[in-house]
């Protein structure tokens, strides 16, 4: 069967990442070439927890996405400055060293020495140009992956690792690396150039390619996939458990939150503090209970215990802080 190619129009990750997905359930193709672009998103691994992972709330200030794909490996920031390939492939034509050597000889193309480290990562100048992350069904299998060519480095250290020392969390937990853009090694290089490339040496290695288009079928199913990939539910609820401590000093006392959490929702609170006003302490964690991890949402619960001359201090706190 011909290899297939297609490059999505969508910069939405929920959307790629549900054709992407769609494309895994029921193949096109035995070899198939997925390449899309992405607006700032930040994406991470499908055991991962987001606010472990990046600074969810300030994500939201900027309006840049958050999104969660079905296979493992860490949190990465996309940007129109980078391009992301997908290998969609039968089992018996899988090869992850094959599929990655593609990606090298690409690179290596623009007079960029490249090379392997560990499992899935491709150096450059000994950093990180290059992660892959992987998902196994039983139609196909699905390798996909990001080249650093532009991407806005100072955003995506913004958007990256959330501090750790308020977190007790469970799950997988992204490896900090050094990373380098391609193009700081090949002036000029442009994501353009980096695709027209890159489907020539796919080209060379697993015949040229045919064009492809999503049928209606897929196009529904993937329409599907992208409403929940765009949930709550999906995004921040997936959440292994995990703990989480707040802590804030104010003019009449300090406050300490100890949140334990499942699916992104508050299950259990605690509230520690020397205010002279224990009733109001004492009604804080109630009233918490079974709150979204969402400054909006756990403000807007404590408003219910009605008027307090502390409870605005501690409403503003919540509802200000990065998680």
């Not at 995004?235 to 949140?259: C, Q």
Request: charged share 25%; proline share 6%.
């Amino acid at each position: 069967m011909q290899p297939l190619f297609y490059e999505c129009t969508s910069e939405n990750p929920c959307e790629t990442l549900a054709l992407e997905e769609a494309l895994l359930e029921r193949p096109a193709a035995d070899v198939f070439l997925l390449l899309y672009r992405h607006q700032p998103s930040v994406i991470i691994g499908r055991t991962q927890n987001a606010w472990a992972e990046c600074r969810t709330e300030r994500l939201k200030e900027d309006g840049v996405q958050l999104a969660r794909r079905i296979s493992g490996g860490g949190a990465v920031y996309h940007d129109p400055g980078n391009l992301n390939f997908s290998f969609l492939m039968h089992p018996d034509a899988y090869d992850t060293e094959r599929q990655l050597s593609v990606i090298l000889q690409t690179v290596r193309s623009f007079g960029i020495e490249a090379r392997f480290s560990g499992r899935n990562d491709l150096l450059a100048d000994g950093r990180k140009f290059s992660g892959s992350a992987f998902c196994v069904r039983n139609q196909a299998c699905c390798h996909h992956g990001t080249l650093l060519i532009g991407t806005d480095m100072q955003k995506m250290a913004d958007y990256l690792h959330a501090p750790q020392d308020k977190l007790a969390a469970k799950g997988v937990a992204s490896v900090p690396a050094r990373v380098i853009n391609l193009g700081d090694l090949c002036p000029g290089l442009t994501v353009d150039r980096m695709r027209g490339a890159l489907l020539e040496e796919f080209a060379a290695e697993y015949g040229r390619p045919a064009g492809w288009e999503p049928d209606a079928d897929r196009l529904a199913r993937a329409r599907e996939l992208a409403a929940r990939n765009a949930a709550w539910g999906w995004r921040y609820g997936k959440t292994p458990p995990f703990d989480l401590t707040l802590r804030r000093r104010f003019r009449w006392g300090s406050l300490e939150l100890n949140l334990s959490l499942e699916r992104g929702c508050i299950k259990t609170a605690h509230a520690w503090s020397d205010a002279m006003d224990p009733d109001l302490i004492l009604a804080l964690a109630p009233a918490l209970q079974g709150c979204p991890l969402t400054g909006a949402a756990m403000s807007a619960a404590l408003k219910k215990l009605g008027p307090h001359p502390l409870l605005a201090d501690i409403r503003q706190f919540l509802a200000s802080s990065s998680y």
